[in-house]
């Protein structure tokens, strides 16, 4: 893994449109990484330090994120706080940029959501929200 270059991750969409994961800490899939899919993420566990983009910033339980297509992001729990692994730590929902588009023609109300999908290329993160809430709907 390089500490300056993401690893592009392949998102295989021939069976769905929208892939949902769930994911412990450690975990192969937390490292420094970029997709060409939009991503909604939720960190439901764990404390340490957020890379999203060119941000650089602390996150902790109900941090929650928006990143866009091919934008590099990575959520690197402090090891010295979090010393036994997590079962579930991240919460998250992916889907591409066609899915949108094909939702945008049958249902023209979509559209609605241009402004947010257009800031989710420098990375979007929520505050002030519902966790649980949030994490029901996941």
Not at 23 to 48: F, M, N, Q
Request: hydrophobic fraction near 40%; aromatic fraction near 14%.
């Amino acid at each position: 893994m390089s500490l300056l270059n993401p690893e592009y991750e392949f998102v295989d969409r021939a069976a769905e449109s929208i892939r949902y994961l769930e994911h412990g800490w450690p975990c192969d899939l937390c490292r420094w990484h970029s997709h060409e899919e939009y991503e909604i993420h939720l960190l439901v566990a764990t404390k340490g330090r957020a890379f999203v983009g060119d941000y650089i910033g602390s996150f902790g339980p109900g941090a929650f994120y928006l990143t866009g297509p091919n934008l590099p992001h990575n959520w690197i729990t402090d090891e010295i706080l979090e010393a036994e692994a997590v079962e579930c730590r991240d919460m998250l929902v992916q889907f591409n940029q066609e899915s949108i588009t094909h939702l945008k023609s049958a249902f023209p109300e979509f559209r609605a959501l241009d402004d947010l999908l257009k800031r989710a290329f420098g990375g979007v993160e929520f505050i002030e929200f519902d966790t649980a809430r949030a994490m029901a709907l996941f």
